[in-house]
């Protein structure tokens, strides 16, 4: 009988054990931040597959350019100079396995471990998670309903460096952010952009959600507002069609690009997806932008109702994205999102309790609720039996003076 190999000793320091996560989904899912899925134009998609394919399919015997498809670098050139204000060459975009790939290289080439990075108060799990695992020193910086705040900022900066914690980089997501859903005005972003210059600190402008924009006007990008190449820009594909095609793209400075690409995890994004995503986009991306937002606010809007209709003179408040697929709850202080949220999720109710977004480690009374995937009849439900979950143990209580 063989005996089982043992491994003692053999693995790396920076090794962990990990587990295989399987998704999972409650009756009301407001956890994860999916698209609607009546809005996924699948057909449209092998359509444009197809006619990439008659096009350039005998390349598929080469590996692919290192900086992605072509003809998706060319498309995403013009898109980022007629949707966000700048140009920049197509030699100079590059596509990869979703923004968070961009962000992963992004981080491990301007950080290294013990590194301060700056970000929002609350910021996204998935990129907290990336820098935590770099070995960075991730602070929150103070914000309020428009995002970032540029005197806060500039103090915290300030005080960072006098301690000798110098911040290596500040990352943001300025439109829709996640998971609050601000939108940071352009007056804020040129205070910003100057506080940076004075600091001499770079900006990652994580641009993924621009697409998801049902209500106003964009503002201008941080990579429109300052050519010195302080700032490099990330963006998503995957957001605005179907998560699982994994692909984004960023534009950067050259030597940042030179030196983030070399952290990648793929060889280059996958050359299908690249075929399928231009071939579509070119020929329906404003009539696809136009049915995902009119999906996106009647949704956003039965989810605010129905709180109002349910947590009214609770103390309760819930942010009004203009774009995304969630908003932000904040219950009053003391109420603990955090350990009542696999009850919640048993009784029927997904969400992401507001700790995970939190770098400086609060956010116990916080909660981000995706109402993208539901229908608006389930989100009106599914926030109707999550005021009645929190009611049930304890936790909704009329706010003072109410």
Not at 42 to 56: K, P
Not at 377 to 400: F, H, S, T, V
């Amino acid at each position: 009988m063989t005996s089982t190999f043992s491994y003692a000793g053999r693995f790396s320091d920076d090794s962990v054990e990990t587990a295989v996560a399987h998704p999972t989904h409650a009756k009301y899912d407001f956890g994860t931040a999916y698209p609607p899925p009546e809005t996924a134009p699948l057909n449209e998609l092998v359509e444009g597959l197809i006619a990439g394919l008659e096009r350039e399919g005998h390349d598929l015997v080469y590996y692919p350019d290192s900086n992605g498809n072509l003809a998706l670098r060319e498309f995403t050139a013009k898109k980022l100079e007629a949707d966000r204000g700048f140009k920049v060459d197509p030699e100079d975009v590059f596509i990869c396995a979703g923004s968070g790939e961009a962000n992963y290289g992004l981080i491990q080439a301007l950080t290294d471990p013990g590194s301060t990075v700056v970000t929002e108060r609350f910021v996204y799990s998935g990129t907290l998670g990336q820098l935590r695992s770099a070995g960075c020193n991730v602070v929150g910086s103070p914000i309020d309903d428009d995002g970032l705040i540029p005197e806060a900022l500039d103090e915290l900066f300030t005080s960072l460096t006098a301690a000798g914690n110098k911040p290596r980089m500040l990352y943001t997501i300025p439109e829709h952010q996640n998971p609050t859903g601000s939108t940071l005005p352009t007056g804020r972003r040129k205070q910003i952009i100057d506080i940076c210059h004075k600091h001499g600190i770079p900006i990652i402008e994580d641009d993924c959600y621009v697409d998801l924009r049902f209500l106003g006007e964009a503002q201008e990008s941080f990579r429109a507002l300052d050519q010195s190449g302080m700032v490099s820009h990330v963006a998503s594909y995957s957001k605005l069609l179907l998560p699982g095609l994994r692909l984004g793209y960023f534009v950067a400075s050259k030597e940042v690009r030179e030196r983030a690409i070399g952290f990648r995890s793929s060889s280059t994004a996958n050359h299908f997806t690249s075929l399928a995503v231009e071939g579509f986009l070119k020929g329906h991306m404003q009539e696809h932008k136009d049915n995902l937002s009119a999906s996106l606010h009647a949704k956003r809007n039965a989810m605010v109702s129905s709180f109002g209709e349910h947590f009214g003179g609770t103390g309760a408040k819930l942010s009004e994205p203009e774009g995304g697929c969630y908003t932000w709850l904040e219950m009053p202080l003391g109420t603990d999102m955090t350990t009542l949220r696999d009850k919640a999720f048993e009784a029927g109710v997904g969400y992401q309790a507001g700790s995970i977004f939190a770098p400086n480690g609060d956010g116990d009374n916080y909660a981000r609720l995706c109402f993208g995937y539901e229908s608006p009849e389930k989100n009106r439900e599914g926030m109707a039996l999550l005021a009645q979950i929190l009611d049930d143990n304890g936790m909704l209580n009329a706010a003072p003076g109410n």
